[in-house]
């Protein structure tokens, strides 16, 4: 185990100013503190907090995070407390140590809650100071160097921790070292067998492929003398995590694989950097498409260097990485370099043209706490988590505004991230994009190097089908928050309306401040909560009632309503509501008093699987008796008068509904058709023309059942109303290669 002198020493090497006596009180209280804790190795607990500190003077940190690494854990685990940290070591430590600290009184039902709300505690601390992410990837490190000791259970649960978030955390910061012993620690855990059988292959190769590192280092070292460039040249290995996830993403053997070997070459400029690749493109043959600028455009956690391959002697693949010495620093130590320079502030980083490029597009730690920002809002602890992974596992591409904005996104993302990258508001009012000049859907993957222009709506909101669309976890937060904002704003509206209606019937005049007085027997924290859970059918009508008026609830019950024959006969009579742009309908609700008949309409947008009021897939169009039905948990269904679906519920609450469609602003709606025609070349063609010659759209079709002579296809057809369905319907039945059209309602 360390020696106090020996870690204060270590830190007065590289920190000449550091606070001698600071790191002394630090590391006899944390002994002190530990003194009767034992680790599972049966080491004193103490070792660890101190093989902590040793960690982060590799990375040359200063005097108050090594005295952070030391007390990290006495919070948590012994009878300090933070007043007391801070009174001893001052509020900036206390500040870091809290953060490090896990949260003890959790009443949460399962552990991926408990994990996801800790880690939230964490995001916000690191969001203020990133010194306590340095302190906590140290904290996981050598945890993982003592994994062997634990139970096999929390072998594989640690080891999954620490590949989901804590390597992926590490790589966002650039401190590359730290991200592959992690990473090849819980490869072990996670699958021992693959580890052994990729660690025995890469020996074998070393074997067979002695002296190769010599002959290739000394060739490049040639080739660069002779064109005056003063280098310095080390070879590495690739890992057998990434070896092994090579492998398995490629389907591919360990020969097949290009970069087992590499080779770093240091410059003094960044000028220098694009030489050395073009004295190595002169010498030996390139490998096409494995050239990467990073020096141009930066990795967003600051890395910078140019990548390309080569086919070098004995005609192996060999992976060059050309950077100057300081963006080495970057590349192997991160945001942790730029620590020393604290008070120096943040300069902007430089290409290889020296143009300056903007911190906010590549400091990681800005990248950071914008993560924090978009994700806090996370509905619940899972939710957060799930996000956080989103943002955490991909790798880059990047692309440009119209202005030349550089903005890096994940491999896969989309014009819907895009948009929600440069702001939230330019994502929720996004109706479009136009990539490289050219209108393309929002669900294109993006390149890098597009220039990507959104065009929006201020009328618009996002699709909830944007979120499966969506990679990154910033536009998934911001989609679901959108939806779940408007949906409430449609839910609150229609459980107004039916609970002023259920007053009605005994008489009870509607007043929100009823309910306020009744919110305790209700089990609910505000008026707007619970009609909100009546909007959705999560609380009976009933319920509401008995706890506002006991006295009138007796009779209050009816039997659920059944609507009348009132079809197309709700514009302009009492009792009818409209919520506005949900696809033409009108509500009735038997005795609306006349103060509940002038509210304002509700304003619903988007696409069906965002309202409150949602049609079944039996799929009726205007012209068609409909009935809704109120849902628990959905809101209002919408449903063919003929639709077998209702016999599934005749005891719930049935609301007559109407057609009101504006003749300004026509609406299709989807409905279902069964088509039996004849095999004959061009068959489909004549029933797709006819469908798009009375201007409908096939929204999909299927093969129902195909013998020698006849198929029957399902096609689904979006149509004006139900006249428009009958005329198409009836040209249908014209064409000789048809024999029978039926609507179905299935």
């Known amino acids: 185990m360390m020696r106090q002198y020996e870690l204060v020493e270590r830190v007065l090497a590289y920190d000449p100013d550091a606070d001698e006596a600071l790191l002394n009180r630090a590391y006899v209280y944390a002994m002190k503190a530990h003194a009767n804790q034992h680790r599972a190795s049966g080491d004193p607990y103490f070792s660890h907090p101190l093989e902590v500190a040793g960690i982060l003077t590799d990375l040359r940190l200063d005097g108050a995070t090594i005295a952070t690494a030391l ?87 640690i080891s999954e921790e620490t590949l989901e978030i804590y390597a992926p955390l590490a790589s966002r910061m650039g401190i590359r070292w730290i991200v592959e012993e992690l990473q090849d620690h819980a490869f072990r855990w996670l699958h021992p067998e693959a580890h052994a059988i990729v660690t025995d292959r890469l020996d074998q190769l070393r074997q067979r492929n002695k002296g190769l590192i010599e002959e290739i280092s000394a060739a490049l070292t040639e080739r660069l003398e002779e064109e005056g460039l003063e280098c310095a040249i080390a070879a590495r290995e690739k890992k057998p995590y990434a070896i092994w996830r090579k492998m398995e993403n490629k389907q591919i053997s360990l020969e097949q694989l290009s970069d087992i070997y590499g080779f770093r070459v240091l410059t003094s400029e960044p000028r220098d950097c694009y030489r050395v690749v073009g004295v190595a493109h002169t010498a030996w043959r390139a490998v096409p498409g494995r050239f990467k600028d990073y020096i141009s455009t930066p990795k967003q956690n600051g890395y910078q260097s140019l990548h390309t391959t080569v086919i070098g002697p004995r005609h192996q693949r060999v992976e060059l990485q050309v950077r100057t010495h300081a963006m080495h620093s970057i590349a192997e130590y991160g945001v942790a370099s730029h620590l020393l320079y604290k008070e120096a502030g943040h300069a902007p980083a430089e290409n290889g043209d020296g143009r300056s490029l903007e911190a906010k597009d590549i400091d990681p730690y800005m990248w950071l706490r914008r993560l924090v920002e978009t994700l806090l809002d996370g509905h619940n602890p899972e939710e957060f988590l799930e996000h956080t992974k989103l943002e955490l596992f991909h790798d880059q591409v990047f692309c440009f505004t119209p202005k030349g904005r550089l903005i890096a996104l994940p491999t896969g993302a989309t014009p819907i991230d895009f948009a929600y990258a440069v702001h939230t508001d330019v994502g929720n009012s996004a109706s479009g994009a136009i990539v490289n000049g050219r209108h393309m859907p929002m669900s294109t993957r993006l390149n890098n190097g597009d220039e990507v222009e959104i065009n929006r709506s201020e009328k618009k909101t996002p699709p909830p089908a944007w979120e499966r669309v969506a990679v990154t976890g910033r536009a998934r937060a911001a989609i679901r ?194 088509v039996t025609a004849t095999n004959e070349p061009g068959s489909l063609a004549c029933i797709a023309q006819l469908i ?45 290669v048809v024999s029978k059209v039926e609507r179905v309602f299935d």
Not at 562 to 574: E, K, W
Not at 651 to 673: G, L, M
Not at 705 to 725: G, K, P, Q, Y
């Open 481 to 674: 928050r959108a939806t779940r904002d408007a949906l409430r704003r449609q839910y609150l509206e229609l459980g107004r309306r039916l609970v002023s209606a259920h007053f009605g019937r005994v008489n009870l005049e509607y007043d929100e401040k009823r309910i306020d007085g009744a919110l305790p027997r209700l089990a609910a924290k505000s008026t707007e909560d619970v009609l909100v859970q009546v909007g959705r059918g999560e609380m009976p009508l009933e319920n509401v009632l008995k706890a506002v008026a006991p006295e009138k609830a007796g009779g209050a019950v009816q039997p659920a309503h059944r609507p009348r024959n009132t079809f197309d006969h709700g514009r302009g009579q009492d009792g009818w509501f409209n919520l506005s742009r949900v696809m033409g309908l009108k509500f009735y609700l038997p005795r609306l008093n006349e103060r509940a008949s002038r509210t304002g309409s509700v304003p619903v947008r988007g696409m069906p699987d965002d309202l409150a009021v949602r049609f079944d897939d039996s799929g009726a169009v205007p012209g068609d008796r409909i009935v809704g039905v109120l849902m628990p948990g959905e809101g209002i269904r919408i449903f063919q008068i003929h639709s077998p679906k209702l016999r599934d519920y005749e005891n719930a609450d049935w609301i007559d509904v109407t057609w009101d469609i504006d003749p300004e602003r026509p609406e299709r709606f989807k409905t279902s058709i069964n």
């Open 71 to 157: 007390l990290h854990d006495v919070i948590e685990d012994t009878d300090a407390t933070r007043t007391e940290i801070d009174d001893l070591f001052g509020s900036d430590i206390g500040h870091l140590v809290d953060g490090l600290t896990k949260i003890k009184k959790l009443d949460l039902v399962t552990r991926k809650a408990e994990q996801a709300e800790n880690f939230r505690k964490l995001l916000i601390a690191i969001s203020s100071d990133i010194r306590v992410l340095l302190v906590k990837l140290a904290d996981r490190l050598h945890n993982m160097r003592t994994l062997e000791h634990m139970k096999p259970a929390s072998r594989i649960r």
């Open 692 to 736: 798009g010659e009375n201007d409908a759209n096939i929204d999909n079709l299927r093969m129902l059942d195909r013998a020698l002579d006849f198929t029957v296809m399902r096609i689904e057809v979006e149509v004006w109303h139900l006249e428009h369905l009958t005329r198409i319907m009836a040209g249908l039945r014209n064409l000789s």
